[in-house]
């Protein structure tokens, strides 16, 4: 039994596909006149000149963002200045939007004076017409939509199920799901008639696991991923790619808020076994990974960035 299993494991080393196999006749090796193309970096990888295409990826500090537009919310603070300023970094020219307009303004000066056309809208994601106002102004002035991020949110109340006041509960359904529901619109109406795009919105852990004192934020993290995979389906071939993060706790005013009562940030240390929580850019490293072509074949994920903190 030994010496077949050798046997065999030697043939399929030769032909792993066998010789009956499409991809050994008409286009494979043994019908193949010439060698396949081999590059120095290539050879001896087994890669060929038909799926080389895939090893053809940018240098590593270019993600191919460089003057790409892309549109940021909750662009003012926290993670969606640092996704902003990750993709000026990367030389993407942006459409910032925020309820805060002195923050925004903050966060495109230093990217205009790195020489990036960079657009600043003022409005609220809950509101269909202040989003679909601010994509028509972004696409006037910078004539293209490559790329998305529906990041602005909001934490709610912090109250059992019970006690959860409903009207903050509503607001926050409004900002963090309707919020991305009407970025996807607007975007995905411009996005269509490119045939292509990339738009990515920020859930959380909190879509994937439960948060007690937490119902509407869990409510409407776990409600942004079921949109996602939703309208991943339904554009992915049509060149548009949707993705979502989901970050644990990072360092952002949302939690200094929350770490302001005694022994939350302790416990939240504590429930990340990497032993300590998020910075912004590392939720805009993600968020970039998805933004860009290195993604390509991602398409409907949720991405967690979590330091470990929902594996159990
Ligand atoms: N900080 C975390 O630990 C964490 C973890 C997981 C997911 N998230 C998510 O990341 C996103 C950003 O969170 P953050 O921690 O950076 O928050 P933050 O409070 O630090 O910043 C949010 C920004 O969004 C803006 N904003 C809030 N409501 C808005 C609205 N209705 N319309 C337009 N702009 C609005 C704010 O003005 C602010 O500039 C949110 O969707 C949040 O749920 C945060």
Not at 140 to 163: C, F, P
Not at 221 to 248: D, F, M, S, W
Not at 251 to 265: E, I, R, S
């Amino acid at each position: 039994m030994a010496a077949a299993g050798k046997k065999l494991a030697a043939g399929a080393m030769d032909n792993p596909l066998g010789n009956d196999h499409p991809a050994n006749t008409a286009r494979g090796r043994t019908k193949r006149k010439h060698p396949p193309f081999r590059s120095p970096q290539t050879a001896g990888s087994g890669l060929t000149k038909e799926n080389m295409d895939m090893t053809n990826v940018a240098p590593e500090n270019d993600r191919g963002l460089a003057g790409q537009t892309i549109f940021v919310s909750g662009a003012g603070a926290g993670i969606g200045r640092a996704i902003a300023e990750a993709l000026g970094a990367a030389g993407a020219n942006l459409a910032l939007f925020d309820l805060d307009a002195a923050a925004i303004d903050a966060v495109a000066g230093p990217l205009k004076g790195q020489g990036l056309r960079v657009s600043c809208h003022t409005g609220d994601v809950a509101s269909a017409a202040d989003v679909h106002s601010a994509i028509e102004q972004a696409v006037q002035l910078h004539k293209q939509l490559d790329g998305a991020v529906n990041n602005a949110g909001i934490v709610g109340a912090s109250a059992d199920v019970l006690d959860y006041p409903a009207e903050v509960f509503s607001r926050v359904l409004d900002v963090n799901v309707m919020g991305v529901l009407h970025g996807m619109q607007a975007q995905l109406a411009v996005m269509k008639r490119q045939r292509r795009g990339a738009i990515v919105n920020v859930a959380s852990a909190a879509a994937i696991i439960g948060w007690a004192g937490h119902s509407a934020y869990v409510a409407s993290k776990h409600a942004v991923v079921g949109l996602t995979k939703t309208a991943a389906l339904e554009y992915a071939a049509q060149g548009i790619r949707i993705n979502a993060v989901c970050p644990a706790f990072i360092y952002t005013d949302m939690t200094a808020g929350l770490f302001q009562t005694p022994g939350v940030h302790e416990t939240a240390v504590a429930n990340h076994p990497i032993g300590r929580l998020g910075q912004p850019r590392e939720v805009a490293e993600a968020v970039m990974w998805l933004l860009s072509d290195r993604s390509s074949f991602a398409v409907g994920s949720s991405l967690v960035v979590d330091g470990a903190s929902t594996i159990d």
